[in-house]
C-alpha cells in the first residue's frame, strides 16, 4: 500500500432539524474521528468530511444513525464506494430499501448498505489514514449498486 498525503480542508455535523449544524475548517483527524460517534439520527445524521488524498479531491459522508447502524460513503478518482454488510450476515432481499435521514431530509437507502455505526467509524479511520477502503470491510461501487436497482 502507497503512503497517501491526506489533508483534511472541511468537517461538519448536520443536524436532524437541520438548524443545528456546522462546518469547520481543517479539523484535527481526531476530531473528525470522535465526530462520528455523533452520528445518532436524534440530534446529528450526517458526518461530511471533504480532503485531499495526494491533492485529489475525496469526500467521506456518514449518513443516518438511527438505531445504530449509518450509511458510509466515499467519493475519490471519479468512483463512489460504498461499504456494505457482509453478505454472510445480510437476511433482507438484495434490493431491499428503508428510508434513512441525511442532513433533516428523508433519503432512501439499500438495507444492505446500513452497518454498525463502529463499522462505519473504522471505515472513516482507515480512510484518514490511508486514503483508502479499508480491505477486512466489504465495499461495492456506485456502478454497482445501479445496476441492482
Do not use: N
Not at 432539524?17 to 456546522?22: K, R, V, W
Not at 481543517?26 to 491533492?55: I, K, M, N
Not at 485529489?56 to 449518513?63: H, P
Request: glycine fraction near 8%; include cysteine.
Amino acid at each position: 500500500m502507497k503512503q497517501q498525503i491526506i489533508e483534511i480542508i472541511e468537517a461538519g455535523l448536520s443536524a436532524v432539524d437541520d438548524a443545528e449544524g456546522f462546518l469547520e475548517p481543517s479539523p484535527s483527524f481526531s476530531d473528525v474521528a470522535t465526530w462520528v460517534a455523533h452520528v445518532d439520527g436524534r440530534e446529528y445524521d450526517q458526518l461530511y468530511v471533504l480532503l485531499l488524498c495526494d491533492g485529489e479531491r475525496a469526500e467521506l459522508v456518514v449518513q443516518g444513525g438511527l438505531d445504530g447502524t449509518a450509511m458510509f460513503f466515499a467519493i475519490h478518482e471519479s468512483e463512489t464506494w460504498y461499504l456494505r454488510i457482509d453478505p454472510e450476515r445480510l437476511d433482507v432481499e438484495e434490493d431491499a430499501q428503508t428510508m434513512i435521514t441525511s442532513g433533516g431530509t428523508g433519503i432512501d437507502a439499500l438495507v444492505r448498505s446500513l452497518v454498525p455505526i463502529d463499522t462505519a467509524a473504522r471505515a472513516l479511520w482507515y480512510w484518514l489514514l490511508t486514503g483508502e477502503c479499508d480491505p477486512g470491510l466489504t465495499w461495492e461501487t456506485l456502478s454497482e449498486v445501479e445496476a441492482d436497482l
